[in-house]
């Protein structure tokens, strides 16, 4: 089976620029998490969906930052404008609510680099 | 809120036994996760611990002790491929089991 699938894998654009990520969850899973991960703070919360419903988006930096679920198998992460501190690899992650422990699979992040 | 600690960094060598630590300080509690993540890459589920006490899969155990706050990842067997960093994560209780990821501990394996 397919893991969490992400894209683009690697993105460098330039300070003001919209940025799209891109996340297909694990088929049958319900739930989906973004991270930002950096050096200085780690793994870090964005926002987290269930059955395509934004639950928590307490992490979002600010509104220069949204998170969209169409349907069960997509979501995006958008950045407009970005900003260089925005430089981080993000992660996408999901799991299946109910399941014993609620394991979240990750999937292979977006390095971002913003100039 | 949560608050996670676990060593920033340790140096084990190979086919030695390492102890990774991790503390934590939490409103509720409803599960422990270790991950490993080797530079570069995604973070890797290891073990989850919900009970007190050792869960054992092959080289890498895990130990939980829910009224200390405390529990340690033990890697034996220390091979090269070891060297990653290991993340402690909590998962609260109650509304939604949001999970809290620790710093991680960068775990360096010399011959």
């Known amino acids: 089976d397919a893991g969490v699938i992400q894209s683009p894998r690697h993105e460098v654009t330039e300070m003001g620029q919209e940025v799209t990520l891109r996340c297909k969850p694990i088929s049958g899973h319900n739930s989906l998490f973004w991270y930002r991960q950096t050096m200085m703070r780690g793994l870090e919360l964005l926002i987290y969906f269930n059955n395509n419903v934004p639950i928590d988006d307490s992490g979002m930096p600010e509104d220069r930052f949204s998170a969209k679920m169409p349907n069960a198998s997509f979501s995006t992460l958008k950045i407009q404008p970005s900003e260089p501190r925005d430089s981080a690899v993000y992660f996408c992650?999901?799991?299946?609510?109910?399941?014993?422990?609620?394991?979240?699979?990750f999937g292979p992040g977006t390095r971002l680099l913003v100039l | 809120g949560q608050n996670i600690d676990q060593p920033t960094e340790m140096t084990a060598t190979e086919g030695a036994i390492v102890q990774i630590n991790c503390t934590y300080q939490?409103?509720?509690?409803?599960?422990l996760f270790w991950y490993q993540q080797h530079a570069g890459e995604a973070p890797t589920f290891l073990s989850y611990n919900v009970l007190d006490g050792l869960e054992e899969k092959g080289r890498f155990s895990s130990f939980l002790s829910r009224s200390k706050g405390y529990s340690y990842l033990l890697l034996k067997e220390l091979q090269m491929k070891d060297s990653a960093s290991y993340l402690c994560?909590?998962?609260?209780?109650?509304?939604?089991?949001?999970?809290?990821f620790g710093i991680g501990t960068k775990l360096q394996v010399i011959p």
């Open positions: 939490t409103s509720g509690f409803n599960g």
């Open positions: 994560a909590v998962k609260n209780a109650g509304g939604y089991q949001k999970v809290t």
């Open positions: 992650a999901s799991s299946l609510e109910r399941e014993y422990s609620e394991t979240q699979y």
